[in-house]
């Protein structure tokens, strides 16, 4: 009941398999660094878990819910989706105020208005934009914007949060807030976290556990100190240790 | 200039035409055009096909159409619609929904990549996603409302046909300017189209300054 | 309808006139044509110039009539004439503004103002064709018992019975609104539709209005609708044509020649036969002689 599964997930693009997953499971309230040479199919298996991309075959179980992947429609596949947030590694933002970017995932779940005001405020004060509510989010900067971003997706508490390389393109103070809102949510709402990084230093410093995906596969899932200090595989000794050229 | 009650009578049912078309083919073309560009299916390359075709349909054509269907002799004859201003509405509606659907699915288009991820993973319903999309494509599809009404609101052939110019009933600014014309008023069908004309202009121009406000809206 | 503004623009005229003048840039005005005796002066410039334009009404063109009588005419004297088929209110027009070479048309009232306004010279009688008042197959005004086109259409106007009115200014048009007038009535009200386009059209309008309408017999007969003839052979129902050289032309001595041959003997005889063929009877009598 209180995890997310994946169970035999297959992404194949003409005949080229993308990812490969038989079996995972995330705890509730944990935080998951997912680290991997590019076109190791993390972005995939993120986008897959949010119900962006059908894989050919696999279920899901979420939260208690059991979903079969391959057929779930986006309307039938609404509910879970709804329990779901997403920052990408670059945010688009919608042409209207930063209030109303924030306040777009509580009007689609029909939230009355002073709801609305409340939660939009609070996600604001996490992020420390409040100054910039009625500013149109086109004007934001990429730092102010990836912490918009955020800001939309916590809003309506998830039970998971899926971050793709989001501090990917931030400066180093930017980078310091965005950590400190996740770790916050997550101690705070028990939110599960996933977050793809190619920052090393920084999944130790936030992950509780770390997976390593290499050609579609996973190849490591550890405690993120063992992950680090003892990896198993020689894959990720050296990724690791930078001798592996991606 | 001073307009007598008969001219002021054409160039209101040509607004009332018009505008009840344009009004009809956004009904129907936003969400036509929306669905067509958000999603994919079977068959979807060939209906896309058609209704670039249909954006340029020759209005004689859909005008000796509307008048088959809708004469006394015709499957629709019963309803007893032909040279009345419905009639004309039908019509336009055939002209202008394609070049609303059109458009608008353009417009959708260039805009889906980017935010149709985004607003699925905020939790949008099909339909919500529909609407957001749509509003972030605004622009382009006022471009296409605009390209809709300059097209209806000059259109003479399919009006001519299934409308009939009867006087007081049917008579609209281009089929009055025709018949200026035939009986030697050239200029009475001169200034008809100077109306016409600036109808045209100041409709464009409110289209235009609603563009520009947003662009500039986005520089900031 | 008749759009009337109370002033009127000069800039607009102007550009009318630029745009009249362009299209035939031969043309002058006929303020400013020196006065041509009754007779033709061949010009010297016209030996090149073989084309004239002769300007009509559709019913001669829609007729088939002018297809079977100018080719005759073309290979006989080499001239190509042009065909302008309009309304007889703006054939006039065109006549009036140097336009055209020579006018066809059937709207005796008006050719008589165009020549004493010093428009035109020879002015010709050609032939005759019928008018009809036509009706719905179940005449529910009893026009077939009617004596005249005049008691025919007090009885439409009596019985409120659906009339289609071309309202074209064209000749039919005026020949329509002419008895309308003998007859002292002013023809108002939703069941009178003013269609404002060709006799063609107003026949289609009429059928599926079930109307009655007053239609020439050429383009009555070349349409097959439910219509049939409820009233004929009055009097003023005949529907004379007149030819017309217009004084400004250029081209004098072409118009002429086309003149003569509509009024000449192989002129005359081509127009006698014409339709007999396809509708069993002549469409166009002729009776060519100068006013």
Redesign the interface.
């Known amino acids: 009941m209180n995890r997310l599964e994946l169970q035999n997930i297959a992404v194949t693009y003409d005949e080229r398999t993308i990812l490969d997953v038989d079996h995972i499971s995330f705890e509730r309230g944990k935080m998951y660094g997912i680290v991997g040479p590019s076109g190791a199919g993390k972005s995939t298996l993120l986008r897959v878990i949010n119900l962006l991309e059908k894989p050919r075959q696999g279920s899901m179980g979420f939260f208690g819910t059991q979903v079969e992947l391959s057929s779930l429609t986006h309307a039938s596949g609404l509910s879970i989706q709804r329990q779901m947030g997403y920052v990408a590694q670059k945010p688009s933002m919608f042409h209207a105020s930063v209030f109303d970017n924030v306040a777009l995932g509580l009007r689609y779940r029909k939230l009355d208005r002073s709801q609305i005001q409340a939660l939009v405020h609070e996600a604001l004060q996490y992020v420390e934009l409040s100054h910039l509510a009625n500013q149109r989010a086109n004007t934001l900067s990429g730092g102010e914007a990836q912490r918009i971003a955020l800001a939309r997706a916590l809003v309506y508490e998830p039970a998971l949060l899926l971050l793709d390389e989001p501090t990917a393109s931030l400066d180093p103070s930017n980078i310091k807030i965005f950590e400190r809102v996740i770790q916050m949510i997550n101690l705070k709402k028990k939110t599960t976290i996933l977050m793809i990084t190619h920052n090393l230093p920084q999944a130790r410093r936030l992950a509780d556990v770390c997976l390593f995906l290499f050609h579609g596969r996973i190849v490591e899932y550890s405690e993120t100190d063992t992950f680090f200090s003892r990896p198993a595989c020689h894959e990720l000794q050296d990724f690791v240790s930078g001798r592996m050229i991606c | 200039?001073?307009?007598?009650p008969?001219?002021w009578e054409?160039i209101w049912l040509s607004l009332q035409v018009t505008t009840t078309s344009v009004l009809i083919g956004i009904l129907i073309g936003i969400p036509a055009g929306a669905f067509l560009g958000l999603y994919s299916f079977s068959g979807k390359r060939l209906i896309v096909i058609l209704i670039y075709t249909c954006m340029g349909l020759p209005p004689v054509l859909v005008g000796v159409v509307v008048y088959l269907l809708l004469?006394?002799y015709g499957p629709l004859g019963s309803l007893d619609l032909?040279?009345s201003a419905e009639a004309m509405i039908i019509a336009q509606v055939i002209l202008v929904t394609p070049i609303i659907t059109g458009l608008t699915m353009a417009a959708v288009q260039a805009k889906e990549n980017?935010?149709w991820?985004?607003?699925?993973?905020?939790?949008?319903?099909?339909f919500?996603?529909m609407v957001?999309i749509i509003?972030?494509a605004r622009g382009g599809i006022w471009s296409g409302i605009a390209a809709a009404y300059g097209r209806a609101i000059s259109e003479v052939g399919a009006v001519?046909l299934v409308g009939?110019?009867?006087?007081?009933?049917t008579?609209v600014m281009t089929?009055?300017i025709?018949?200026?014309?035939?009986?030697?008023?050239?200029?009475?069908g001169?200034?008809?189209g100077?109306v016409l004309l600036s109808i045209s202009f100041l409709f464009n121009s409110f289209m235009m300054v609603g563009m520009l406000n947003?662009m500039k809206?986005?520089k900031? | 309808m008749k759009i009337r503004f109370s002033l009127i623009y000069p800039f607009f005229l102007a550009l009318v006139l630029m745009l009249l003048s362009a299209c035939s840039p031969q043309s002058s005005q006929p303020g400013s044509a020196t006065p041509t005796p009754e007779s033709t002066t061949p010009a010297t410039a016209s030996k090149e110039a073989k084309e004239i334009v002769l300007a009509t009404t559709t019913s001669t063109q829609d007729s088939g009539l002018l297809d079977s009588l100018l080719p005759v005419f073309e290979q006989k004297t080499g001239i190509k004439v042009k065909v302008v088929a309009v309304g007889t209110g703006q054939a006039i027009k065109l006549g009036e503004d140097g336009n055209t070479d020579v006018l066809l048309v059937h709207a005796r009232k008006s050719e008589d103002e165009f020549m004493e306004k010093g428009f035109g010279i020879n002015a010709y009688d050609v032939m005759y064709n019928q008018f009809y008042i036509v009706g719905p197959s179940d005449d529910p005004a009893g026009l077939k018992q009617a004596k005249t086109a005049k008691e025919a259409m007090e009885k439409i106007a009596a019985n409120k019975s659906s009339f289609v009115s071309r309202g074209d200014d064209s000749g039919t048009d005026k020949k329509e609104k002419s008895i309308w007038k003998e007859a002292g009535i002013t023809p108002e009200g939703s069941w009178y539709l003013s269609s404002g386009q060709g006799m063609g059209e107003t026949l289609q309008m009429a059928d599926e209005k079930k109307a009655y309408t007053l239609t020439d017999e050429a383009t009555f007969l070349s349409r097959k609708l439910g219509l049939q003839i409820v009233m004929q052979g009055d009097k003023s129902l005949l529907n004379p044509y007149g030819i017309i050289q217009v004084k400004s032309s250029s081209k004098q001595e072409e118009g002429m020649q086309l003149i003569q041959f509509f009024t000449g003997e192989e002129g005359q005889k081509l127009i006698g036969e014409f339709g007999q063929a396809t509708y069993g009877k002549g469409l166009f009598v002729p009776d060519a002689k100068k006013r």
């Open positions: 200039m001073m307009f007598t008969d001219v054409v004469s006394r032909l040279f980017a935010y991820e985004t607003a699925k993973s905020l939790g949008a319903s099909p919500q996603l957001t509003k972030e001519m009939g110019n009867i006087e007081h009933h008579r089929t009055a025709i018949l200026e014309t035939r009986t030697g008023n050239f200029s009475g001169l200034q008809m100077f947003q809206a986005r900031r």
